[in-house]
């Protein structure tokens, strides 16, 4: 399975990236929109205080005039104590008024005619108060007659209402500004909170969808395992199979090969006894016919060997004695390889060192009449099948016993080392070496190397190979003309039996 | 040849697939100075017919005195199952059988003579061991006491 792996991949980081992006940019425009908020209220609060304070104005110069009006009534002077209590109240307002007012240069003269009105009602009050404290009643009343006090104190109310009805007008505005800024904050909030959950979404469904095909890769390759190993089995077994057959086909057919064989033999034999019949009668025809004296001689001698006939009879005959007796000893070799192959391997632990010291053993008479000298290190044990190790050693030292080299005192030597899971051996001669082209050719059945002085049918290095590979090991050769070789066997250190493939 | 089988004549029941091998066989028993009559069976089907009889029960053969010499490669059948009928049947089973063979297989050996084989014996390719083993089987043959017939 080919995963798509171009978008997969960056769109996480990205989501991520621009979530981020988000909740900084929701962060940002809430701190922005709570802040203008709260600079709303204060706007708000300034507003109220502006009205309290112009409500406070006006009320402050009714009372002071409503102080004076009692006074002039009744001249008690009771009535004066509203009076001074107003009046300068009427100036911390005035001045509290203009500090709040500071802030807009638009009520500057607004506030500086209110001002000039509340002192002029102020004054117009504090004269009257004066003239009638002195006792010029009438000349307060005619001050008040006069209508100055009535047309400022008008003045003044009319300043304090329009004044009133702007701050309402910029107070209702200022509200409207707050609740769509409270509106716009919380419009804001949701988008925000809403695209966070989108992309929270997006990414939970990402990662999902990702370890779900994480999930069914795995499963694949799991299965594909489980089909290779099936796979690997079914070929193993195949390959038993057919080794097997091999081994039966071998043996089935060497075994058939025989029984002709024992006729060829047998009637060649009994064409020889014929022969010895047929020469004799001929002879005594041939003596009866009067043929010449000189001939009894030889017939007397024992069956006519002088003869041409018989000579060619003779040779004819021993030639196909030679070549039964050599196909006998071939097919009983195949046999036996085959038998070998058919034989149960058990692994055991070997005492390789006791093991050539018994082969080395066997063939001290022969390497003493040699000359030659046999010599084994110390050698690591090795688990695995003892006949079968016996023999692949038996026939190396043998070998390198028999294809000594003339006029050179054969030196054997046997070493061996632990490699990780293998133990290697190796039997080394001096003798004469086999040329590199034979180097895989005398591994096979029946096929040899070198001058063909020694007896033998090609047999040994084939078995020993068959041998090691069902040992789970392998053969290798190191050799040069004329200097000797040196055979090294790998087995495995602790061989368990029938799979080759654990090696 | 022995006063007892003169009696009653011990007939050889020769089982052999391969003509050649039969008529060696038969020269050297002859040589040997064997003379009773040899029957001799090419395939394992002809021989099971002849001594078990139609019925298979082997009662035609409750009064001959036999000797059988029997191969093991037989085209038809194996001679081990031939040996396996002989000895569990009981008017054939104290009948020598003689394995006259090829094989020298020391596990077949080993069951032919669990199953109750008389006699094993391997045929050597060499010819003189050959003639010369059937000869001492012919002098074995006048030696032995068959168990004559009831």
Known sequence: ?503 | MNARMAEQPVTIIMVEDDGGHARLIEKNIRRAGVNNPIRPFTNGSDAVKFLFGADGTGTDNKNCALLILLDLNLPDMSGVDILKRLKENEHLKRSPVVVLTTTDDAVEIKRCYDLGCNVYITKPVNYENFAHAIRQLGLFFTVIQVPAAV
């Open chain 1, 1 to 503: 399975m080919i995963f798509p792996a171009v978008p997969r991949f960056p769109v996480q980081p990205l989501l991520l990236g621009a979530g981020f992006a988000l909740l900084v940019a929701i962060g940002t425009a809430t701190v922005w929109l709570a802040e203008q908020s709260a600079q709303d209220a204060r706007s708000v609060v300034h507003t109220i205080n502006v009205q309290e304070k112009l409500s406070n104005l006006l009320l402050n110069v009714r009372r002071a005039e409503s102080g004076q009006r009692g006074f002039l009534l009744t001249g008690r002077q009771q009535y004066l104590l509203d009076y001074r209590d107003a009046a300068p109240a009427v100036e911390t307002y005035l001045a509290e008024l203009r500090t709040l007012m500071s802030d807009n240069p638009d009520r500057g003269p607004v506030l500086d005619q209110m001002d000039a009105t509340a002192r002029t009602k102020m004054t117009e009050l504090a004269k009257t108060i004066e003239l009638q404290a002195s006792g010029q009643h009438e000349a307060a009343v005619a001050l008040v007659q006069s209508d100055d006090g009535f047309k400022s104190m008008n003045g003044l109310r009319l300043l304090v209402e329009r004044t009133l009805a702007d701050e309402e007008r910029l107070l209702l505005a200022r509200s409207d500004a707050s609740r769509r800024n409270d509106a716009r904050l919380l419009a804001v909030s949701l988008a925000g909170m809403a695209l966070v959950v989108l992309i929270g979404a997006l990414s939970v469904f990402l990662v999902q969808r990702t370890s779900r095909q994480r999930e069914s890769a795995r499963n694949e390759l799991a299965a594909t395992n489980a089909n290779l190993e099936r796979i690997v089995a079914h070929r193993t077994a195949d390959l038993t199979e057919a080794n097997e057959e091999i081994q039966r086909f071998a043996y089935i057919v060497s075994h058939d090969l025989r029984s002709p064989l024992v006729n060829i033999m047998g009637f060649t034999t009994e064409l020889e006894a014929l022969r010895s019949d047929i020469f004799e009668e001929m002879a005594k025809l041939r003596e009866q016919a009067g043929v010449a004296a000189a001939h009894a001689d030889a017939r007397e001698s024992g069956g006519a060997s002088t003869d041409p006939l018989g000579t060619g009879f003779d040779e004819a005959i021993t030639f196909i004695k030679t070549s039964i007796t050599k196909m006998d000893r071939l097919i009983n070799a195949v046999l036996k390889l085959s038998r070998e192959g058919r034989r149960d391997f058990k692994p055991e632990e070997i005492d390789m060192n006791a093991l050539l010291a018994s082969i080395a053993q066997t063939v001290a008479h022969r390497a003493t009449e040699q000359g030659a000298t046999v010599a084994v290190a110390d050698l690591p044990p090795v688990v695995s099948d003892l006949l079968a190790v016996e023999q692949v050693f038996s026939n190396l030292v043998d070998n390198a016993l028999k294809y000594g080299r003339d006029g050179e005192p054969g030196r054997i030597e046997i070493k061996g080392h632990t490699a990780r899971a293998h133990v290697m051996y190796e039997v080394r001669d001096n003798g004469r070496g086999i040329d590199p082209h034979d180097h895989q050719r005398v591994f096979e059945l029946f096929r040899r190397s070198g001058p063909q002085d020694r007896p033998g049918e090609g047999i040994g290095l084939a078995h020993v190979r068959a041998l090691v590979r069902r040992l789970g090991g392998t053969m290798s050769l190191t050799s040069e003309l004329g200097k000797g070789s040196v055979f090294t066997v790998t087995l495995p250190r602790r061989w368990v039996g029938e799979n080759r493939s654990a090696a």
